[in-house]
T-cell receptor
Framework: GAGVSQTPSNKVTEKGKYVELRCDPI?????LYWYRQSLGQGPEFLIY????????DSGLPNDRFFAVRPEGSVSTLKIQRTERGDSAVYLC???????????FGPGTRLTVL | DQQVKQNSPSLSVQEGRISILNCDYT??????FLWYKKYPAEGPTFLIS?????DKNEDGRFTVFLNKSAKHLSLHIVPSQPGDSAVYFC????????????FGQGTTLQVKP
């Protein structure tokens, strides 16, 4: 079966623009996580979905960041008014159940010029 | 506030020898610990984990040791192989947080033939 996929693999945008990053989890996985990895750092938790609802969004850095998972499968991370500091690799992971083994996608490398 | 720390950014070992990667944590609520391996342009992949009720878990060439009193864990790879060259991340979670992972900064392991 297919693993977690993320699109696009690379995204270059200009400061102030809006971007959307997509995550397709493993089919049947109920839990979905977003992380952000800056250069030289480990992944940093952003938000966790259980089904369609955001169960924990404590890692979102500010209100420019928003994520949805309307049908309990695909998720979109949305960033408004991008800033250069948003440049990072955005990783998505899914697990069959909350607390289960997380399978990561390859990430989307976002560059804000 | 870095709750999970990997103080060695890099480690180089000879093929066939033991690799020891270390990790320290500060949050006593953490009760589950994991090691992930990451190759360039790929997402992290799960390697091995340990629950706080154990002090050792072994899987083939990989063994994780947990010292709760010292809030320290280590990953031993024996024997090391060139294909083990990657970035290794230590991660921790608290059961109450339903899978949200807190990662260390990572250690780059190079295994020389």
């Amino acid at each position: 079966g297919a693993g977690v996929s993320q699109t696009p693999s690379n995204k270059v945008t200009e400061k102030g623009k809006y971007v959307e990053l997509r995550c397709d989890p493993i089919s049947g996985h109920t839990a979905l996580y977003w992380y952000r990895q800056s250069l030289g750092q480990g992944p940093e938790f952003l938000i966790y979905f259980q089904g369609t609802g955001a169960a924990d969004d404590s890692g979102l850095p500010n209100d420019r960041f928003f994520a949805v998972r309307p049908e309990g499968s695909v998720s979109t991370l949305k960033i408004q008014r991008t800033e250069r500091g948003d440049s990072a690799v955005y990783l998505c992971a899914s697990s069959l159940l909350p607390g289960g083994e997380q399978f990561f996608g390859p990430g989307t490398r976002l560059t804000v010029l | 506030d870095q709750q999970v720390k990997q103080n060695s950014p890099s480690l180089s070992v000879q093929e066939g020898r033991i690799s020891i990667l270390n990790c320290d944590y500060t949050n006593s609520m953490f009760d589950y610990f994991l090691w992930y391996k990451k190759y360039p342009a790929e997402g992290p992949t799960f390697l091995i984990s340990i629950s706080s009720i154990k002090d050792k878990n072994e899987d083939g060439r990989f063994t994780v040791f947990l010292n709760k009193s010292a809030k320290h864990l280590s990953l031993h790879i024996v024997p090391s192989q060139p294909g083990d060259s990657a970035v290794y991340f230590c991660a921790a979670s608290a059961t109450s947080n339903t899978g949200k992972l807190i990662f260390g900064q990572g250690t780059t392991l190079q295994v020389k033939p």
